[in-house]
């Protein structure tokens, strides 16, 4: 199918945030940079950004093929590898949105359709500032007892608890724009599920630590995003308890394989070897790239 025959239109609502979803979970694989989930998270997390993002999509026959999402000067994209010259496309839109030589892009090692136009737009491999890992377990293995610590409750978290379970996040990822107004909205948003979403409550009643996991029915596939503990209750084990808390939760409701992407560089060690002791592996990492000069 030639370039021509793709529609192009700027993003207008949730809409079109469902068929870029629709796209994400066509092309799905455990090594993917985006998941159903993710974009969810991504576009309702903070309020009052989207006067900072243009995104473009790009479609034929009522599928979306590609699309852009540029955020300054960074670009996130997906293309179909059926359709891989639409990445031309995208970077030549991510131009004229940020004409600036500061552009930068990350897209996953397992993306090697999207190499070439990269490398053709004058893109290169950097290896400045952090990466992610994308990391994969097979839920069919079963997975161990959470067993929280002493005097902590794990549970699903309701309309109630979001004030508490926002200021977790707030305190977990400090500093944060996550607001209760936003954390509303995620929970409004598709595929949220309120019994994929878990805490653990301290013995003082507050919320210690959280583990929000997306199911891509589809794909049969959970995505942990994101997850945190509040620094007063680290080190004992209530990040572990969470996560298995959920992701029992999610093989309840069909999943059968689970991914979650921590930093893999050595600045941000920790979550990474709390998700290997759960039993994730690696299968890909991300790639930076910036505009050469």
């Known amino acids: 199918m030639a370039i021509k025959d793709f529609d192009r239109r700027p993003y207008a609502g949730a809409e079109d945030l469902r068929a870029m979803q629709d796209l994400a979970g066509r092309v799905w694989s455990p090594g993917a940079t985006w998941h159903v989930g993710d974009l969810a998270w991504e576009r309702f997390q903070h309020t009052g950004r989207k006067h900072e993002w243009a995104t473009m999509l790009w479609s034929a026959g009522g599928r979306t093929a590609a699309w852009g999402w540029a955020d300054a000067g960074h670009l996130s994209l997906l293309a179909d590898p059926a359709h891989a010259s639409l990445a031309d496309e995208v970077l030549d839109w991510f131009a004229a949105q940020a004409p600036g030589p500061a552009r930068t892009v990350v897209v996953s090692s397992t993306e090697t359709h999207l190499f070439p136009a990269l490398d053709r737009h004058g893109y290169r491999r950097t290896d400045e500032g952090p990466f992610f890992l994308h990391m994969v377990m097979d839920l069919d293995d079963g997975l161990p007892d959470p067993g929280p610590p002493a005097g902590y409750r794990l549970r699903a978290v309701g309309d109630a608890d979001v004030p508490g379970r926002v200021a977790a996040h707030r305190a977990a990822f400090h500093p944060s724009r996550v607001t209760e107004e936003s954390y ?47 620094p007063g209750h680290r080190r004992h084990g209530v990040a572990r308890a969470v996560c298995l808390a959920a992701l029992q939760a999610a093989r309840r409701a069909g999943a059968r394989r689970a991914v979650v992407s921590p930093r893999g560089d050595d600045a941000y ?23 050469s000069a």
């Open 184 to 230: 509303r909205a995620v929970r409004e948003a598709w595929p949220y599920r309120p019994d994929l979403d878990w805490m653990a409550e301290a013995p003082d009643g507050s919320a210690a630590g959280f583990c929000l996991v997306w199911l891509d029915e589809a794909n049969r596939a959970a995505r942990i995003e994101p997850a945190g503990t509040v």
């Open 269 to 291: 060690p920790v979550p990474a070897r709390l998700y290997r002791s759960l039993g994730f592996r690696e299968c890909a990492r991300s790639l930076g790239y910036r505009l």
